[in-house]
């Protein structure tokens, strides 16, 4: 399939689930009164409904879905490791540990705006601790169980901070950190994140060149005059922005970013920067696709998205694991 | 609240097996059978020791008596046996010592109780946000819910919730203590029942009998002053979970003359209440919490989200005195009272004046 047909095909399947994710939700709304009142204002109910409710939570399934699937793609190709991802390798979940602490501690009053703050702090450091693993020993093993290390660890601490908190909501609040979910954002939050979130992009997007010179390694990379420095630069902070600001307002969903490139490699030249664009809008396409799972699967009770996730992404990486067996194993 | 049920139970079995011999307490040890006559342990165990000390040996040796063969123990038993008796008060010999582990059975206790008579209470009893009587419970001694202190404490009677603690709860009751369990009051017409079940476990009948009926008489003067149409109403808590048929709220918001919007679109019991239905359906009144800790949780920005703050024509607030419809007792009537006046400001009654209060 030509770059040219995967990407139009792509953001077109992209806009329908966003259309799809605002025309969804408990309030009996038909679809031209909902979009009427997204665009030209209507009564005051739906109105409420459509620009404080839905369109929040369909902007961050998308921008969140999106520097997901990106950061996915620029990992994979930068560590040349097919089980890298920032859910795996544990940078979702520190990124969640660093939002936790900044906001149960109070530290910063109750301000939501505390929270990307502290989840930036935590995913940066998440990706300076992975790549110096990575950079001493390049087996895809030795990652994938310090991620393993790392996720489990940050899971650990999260639980402990939240019921260390005076607070007795906190404790239930594990569920949302560790699962993430979508539910009840308000224009707040994507004020607080997608900016950050596009910065994040922008930053992992400039690395396409380099990630192709990359997969001829290292010093084939400097050979053919690829700034090793910024290229890892680009990676560090654009994973630690995109991740950090998405898990701060969403919590940790995991899987987006392994699976979504694996299934678009196949429908692209196999060039790690030719796979950026079609991976961006994957992610938004999953995480989209299920979040409207999340909301319609069991009527009433409204599904952690990151479940969704897991459950599509789980099967998933057994079967990569299985598959490349002989160079792990 | 599971997980931390089953610790518990781990803990107490390790404290129970800690008291086996050789402590200074031998006969507490559940393996000499002491547990099922623990009512009249103390009680019995002082004569005992009176009559030995007197050398009046009137009462009969107990079954395999390491009193008699380690008499330079007697010493120290006795003083352990005195700090264990000691929290009983001389006034309250003939009513039954009360220790109550659930925050509802605590307020329920405080009502009727006869001074001396409550052994402890929970530590939730003195919480503002759950605990209608807060300020009464400062001054009574305080649990926190543990096997081991009633183990410690040897109460005549254990009040708890039905869904609290039930761990606890089934070791306790394995232990042989005398529990009484009082289900979560799902609705107003359970209340009087409660308050007089209460007075009959607590020897305080003509107390509850009286608190009882002026409860009733109050809830009747309040409905009667009801006219007008009802308007909608909803109690949005924390991550938005509203309070639908068959709860303590909804039944108060009822005789306050409020239509509770989520028992009306068919939620029962605390259910998550989607904040789209609450923006569709506009209700008149939105009954929010105070918040419960003056630590953060992404609970407490539910009820901040702009969304709701939108609604132009409803009106928020706190409405309920804090604790006044978390617990099942007599001060729910004071709930009731303030939703009354609420209704009564959204739509008066044309008739005549201020019917309330």
Known sequence: MSPLRLNLALGALMAILFVLSLLIGPAHLGPITSIKALIAGGDEASRIIMREIRLPRALLGLAVGASLGLSGAVLQGFLRNPLAEPGIVGVSAMASLGAVLIFYSGLAGASLYALPAGALAGAFLAVLILLAIAARHGSTLTLILAGVALSSLAAALTSLALNLSPNPFASYEIIFWLLGSLKDRSMMHVAIAVPLIVVGCALLAATGRALDAFSLGEEGAESLGIDRKRTRFLVIAGTALAVGAGTAVTGAISFVGLVVPHMLRPLTNRMPSSLLVPSTMGGAILLLAADIVARVAVSAHELNVGVVTALIGAPFFLWLIIRSRREIF | ?357
Request: hydrophobic share 40%; with cysteine.
């Open chain 2, 1 to 357: 609240m599971r997980q931390s049920a089953k610790w518990l139970v781990r803990v107490s079995a390790k404290v129970r097996r800690s008291f086996a011999p050789p402590s200074v307490l031998p006969d507490i040890s559940p393996t000499r059978g002491e547990i099922g006559r623990h009512d009249c342990f103390c009680q019995s165990l002082m004569l005992q020791i009176v009559g030995r000390s007197s050398g009046r040996l009137d009462l009969p040796p107990r079954g395999g008596d390491v009193w008699q063969d380690r008499g330079g123990q007697r010493r120290a038993r006795a003083a352990a046996i005195f700090v264990l008796c000691a929290t009983l008060p001389a006034n309250a010999a003939d009513l039954p010592r009360i220790m109550s582990l659930n925050v509802c059975t605590d307020q329920l206790a405080m009502t009727l109780a006869a001074p001396g008579q409550i052994v402890s209470i929970s530590d939730l009893s003195s919480d503002p946000g759950l605990s209608f009587m807060y300020k009464e419970a400062k001054s009574y001694p305080k649990n926190r819910g543990l096997a081991e202190e009633v183990f410690l404490a040897r109460p005549d009677v254990v009040v708890t919730g039905t869904y609290t603690l039930h761990n606890t709860t089934d070791l306790l009751k394995h232990l042989g203590f005398h529990v009484e369990e009082f289900a979560y009051a799902q609705t107003l017409d359970t209340i009087p029942g409660e308050i007089l079940r209460m007075g009959r476990i607590l020897h305080r009948e003509a107390k509850a009998e009286a608190v009882a009926t002026n409860f009733e008489t109050g809830l009747a003067a309040v409905k009667a002053s009801v006219c007008g149409p009802a308007p909608t109403a909803i109690a949005y808590g924390q991550n938005g979970i509203s309070q639908g048929a068959g709860t303590l709220a909804d039944s108060v918001m009822r005789a306050a003359g409020l239509k509770n919007l989520a028992a009306e679109l068919g939620y029962a019991g605390m259910a998550p209440f989607p904040l789209e239905l609450l923006i569709e359906h506009r209700p008149d009144i939105v009954i929010l919490p105070e918040q419960l800790s003056t630590a953060p949780s992404l609970a407490d920005l539910t009820l901040k989200d702009p969304a709701l703050r939108a609604l132009k024509g409803t009106r928020f607030g706190h409405f309920v005195p804090e604790g006044a419809w978390s617990c099942g007792g007599p001060f729910v009537l004071e709930a009731v009272k303030a939703l009354a006046k609420v209704r009564q400001q959204v739509s008066p009654c044309s008739t005549s004046g201020a019917p309330t209060q």
